[in-house]
């Protein structure tokens, strides 16, 4: 099976991601919300390439107020990014996060949701399930199964503190996009490999690039999904089983086409 549009499997539309601007400063933050009152979710090295997928208005940094969500999910002040301009490059951030011309991946009407219960069952298993914000294995803040926060607090998320497993569910959901011919293992896998490795990451692998080109899908997944193993420079037997347990539901047989089927 040949896969069309495979740029729009990830959490937010990888086609409206603006890629490779360099960082100009050292050590910059990228923290959970545009300005210095957020937490720092990670930190960039000098020249280090970032791509945006949105940008929005916060906190002046240096006369310039302008802040870039990036790759992985946190927002860095437009002053340390190597642009070439003060003005926008990439849309504007919509009040979840996400670019206003798509929406994002903290939920909204634009996603199927229709997942298949096994598929949804293997993002819970590996994801765990958090009630209330806490950072993740490498300190990442996320809550529900696997939710990235994307403000202070996750501030972003409609349903109240702790969350139940049944509303966690909904978030998780809600994060899940659309925009994929595959059939419902197929889609299910890819998406629990993206809804972990995040749509940056996705946009520019050669898992992607592989089916874009037209190559058998199951034979690309049995390839590449096991090369994605590594969290914080180190193999994480989590992930390790995870993407063995990806493998296997992707290459299970079935007629029944998910994507695109969006009531």
Not at 23 to 32: F, K, Q
Not at 97 to 125: D, P
Request: glycine share 14%; aromatic share 8%.
């Amino acid at each position: 099976m040949k896969i069309a549009a495979i740029s729009a499997i990830a959490l937010a539309s990888l086609s409206q991601l603006v890629s490779g601007y360099a960082i100009n400063g050292d050590g910059v933050n990228c923290r959970s919300g545009p300005g210095t009152s957020f937490g720092v979710v990670r930190t960039y090295s000098r020249g280090e390439d970032v791509t945006l997928s949105c940008q929005t208005e916060g906190e002046s940094i240096k006369g310039d107020s302008l802040w870039g969500k990036t790759q992985d999910g946190c927002y860095v002040a437009d002053w340390y990014v190597q642009t070439g301009t003060s003005n926008y490059v990439a849309g504007k951030c919509s009040e979840s996060g996400g670019n206003t011309g798509n929406t994002g991946n903290t939920g909204g009407s634009g996603f199927c949701k229709n997942l298949n219960a096994a598929s949804i069952s293997l993002i819970k298993e590996f994801e765990g399930f958090v009630q209330s914000p806490s950072p993740d294995p490498i300190g990442l803040p996320t809550i529900g199964y696997g939710h990235l926060c994307q403000t202070k607090g996750c501030g972003e998320v409609s349903y109240g503190f702790p969350l139940t497993e049944s509303t966690a569910e909904s978030l998780l959901k809600g994060d899940i996009p659309s925009s994929v011919t595959l059939n419902d293992y197929q889609w299910g896998a890819l998406v629990s490999w993206v809804f972990n490795v995040g749509c940056g990451n996705a946009q520019t692998s050669t898992l992607v690039s592989r089916l874009n080109a037209g190559e058998n899908p199951n034979q690309v997944a049995t390839e590449e999904l096991p090369q994605w193993r590594m969290a914080g420079g180190q193999v994480m037997p989590g992930l390790v089983r995870r993407r063995a347990a990806e493998v296997k539901l992707f290459t299970t047989p079935s007629s029944s086409q998910a994507f695109p089927n969006c009531q």
